[in-house]
């Protein structure tokens, strides 16, 4: 992998809420009205102005994204995009591939140079951590390399253990 591409990735472990970046990725289920895990979490710190401009979007299929504001987080946006519950087939991997790729299509179109992404999948949804990471990191690495608009893509991990798996992979590609 370039070292420049790569040089434009970032591993952190916290809140994702928290970040001043352009756009912080939310981990949505289907209806966009908030849930649990890192999607409670960026509603109950965005207000109920966010939940309002969800219900104006008539949801989001899997693997697909849609963009809203920020509304009280650092972020100017959030890109929200709906992972895949692990189940072990094929289109597992394409769906969560579709997720990065759509987020950071749509971070390119709303001129976003910097964005976070909380590990898709790997909650409730049961997505291997060691596979998530590969298909997050390769698919945001690919994007880079077309698109030079994006500046900055953190991967910010709730747990240490799933900070140690992208910092391995990451290394692994140096």
Known sequence: MEKDILDKIEIRQGDITKLAVDAIVNAANSSLLGGGGVDGAIHRAAGPALVKECRTLGGCP???????????LAARYVIHTVGPIYSGKPRDKTLLTGCYQNSLKLAAENNIHSLAFPAISCGVYGYPIEEACKIAVNTACAFLKNNPTIKKVIFMLFSAGDLKVYQEYIQSLR
């Open 62 to 72: 899997t693997g697909e994204a849609r963009i809203t504001k920020g509304y009280n």
